[in-house]
């Protein structure tokens, strides 16, 4: 019997409340949307940074004089400092691109991308070089750091700002996400304490006389709790379903030529399903704890 009025008592209070508890509704279905959001952008950092650490490589210029003497580093400095790298921990390999090399892989790569302009490149720019890739990503700042300045070592590539400046991207876009989504919280939490505070006043002189027959505070209190907990599970569930919405129409076609080439990792529906009960949780600890405030603080039957 208690548990039927409780619920018709919740079911009155959206009836009555309709178009607040609408909008506290899509407010939540919206703060929590973008939260979904930006953890998705996190997932998507966190594999595609494991892609580019698979893919990224150092390359050890070496001296035109060194080339010169010895074109095909067969002999020291050059092989030494080649044989140092490949024992140093974390190195997977260690490959020698001649000056030659160098440039018939950068005169293909201008003749697939632009040919006209490819007549025009000359192998003087280009240098040999000691190509480095790493399978502990750890090891990548300490290999570069050794032997940068190694006896017939010009200079030195590394790919890690390539990817420092991709990451900053997304990590932009993260932080965007939950700033919209902060301050959209703020607007829901807002709109359930306004909520809370009409449904108690226009319910006042029923729960005096409930509290006169003897209920006590919590059970009187439990339908207006239980009014913004439903909503905002409600507003989760229509998060969730934007998530996948947005996973489809833009996570796959705006980004489907990132997928292609393997730049950025695929968002995946088991990524979606995997936030959802975190949206979820949120969405019921932000209600409820709102709620219960504003029942503690500004009703006092």
């Given amino acids: 019997m208690r548990a039927n009025f409780i619920i018709s008592e919740v079911f009155n209070g959206f009836r009555r409340n309709l178009t607040m508890t609408l909008a506290m509704v899509l407010t939540t279905a919206v703060t929590l949307g973008m939260f979904g959001g930006g953890l998705l952008v996190i997932q998507m950092a966190d ?9 990224v490589e150092m390359q050890f210029f070496v001296n035109d004089d060194v080339t010169k003497a010895d074109p095909n580093c067969t002999g020291d400095p050059c092989a030494e400092v080649m044989k140092k790298i490949e024992n140093e921990p974390g190195v997977a390999s260690v490959s020698y691109v001649s000056k030659q090399q160098a ?9 697939e991308s632009s040919p006209e302009l490819a007549e025009f490149i000359r192998p003087d720019p280009y240098q040999a070089a000691l190509r480095v890739r790493v399978d502990d990503p750890q090891r990548f700042g300490a290999v570069l750091d050794k032997f940068a300045r190694a006896p017939g070592i010009d200079g030195v590539l590394d790919q890690r700002d390539l990817v420092k400046r991709i990451f900053s991207v ?7 996400a939950f700033v919209v989504a902060a301050v959209l919280a703020i607007a829901a939490i807002l709109l359930i304490v306004n909520t809370v505070q009409i449904a108690a006043y226009t319910r006042r002189t029923e729960v005096s006389i409930m509290r006169l027959v003897g209920a006590t505070r919590w059970y009187t209190q439990l339908p207006f709790l239980l009014e913004a907990v439903i909503a905002s599970i409600v507003g989760a569930l229509l998060a969730v379903g934007g998530l996948f919405l947005g996973k489809i129409f833009f996570f796959d076609k705006a980004l489907e030529d990132l997928y292609g080439v393997n730049i950025l990792a695929r968002i995946t529906a088991a990524d979606v399903w995997f936030v959802s009960p975190w949206l979820l949780l949120t969405g019921i600890v932000l209600s409820g704890v709102t709620a219960y405030a504003t029942l503690r603080v500004y009703v006092r039957e």
């Fill in 103 to 111: 440039y018939e892989r950068a005169k293909a790569a201008w003749e």
């Fill in 170 to 176: 997304l990590d932009g876009a993260r932080d965007a």
């Fill in 47 to 55: 594999k595609s940074q494991k892609i580019f650490l698979d893919r």
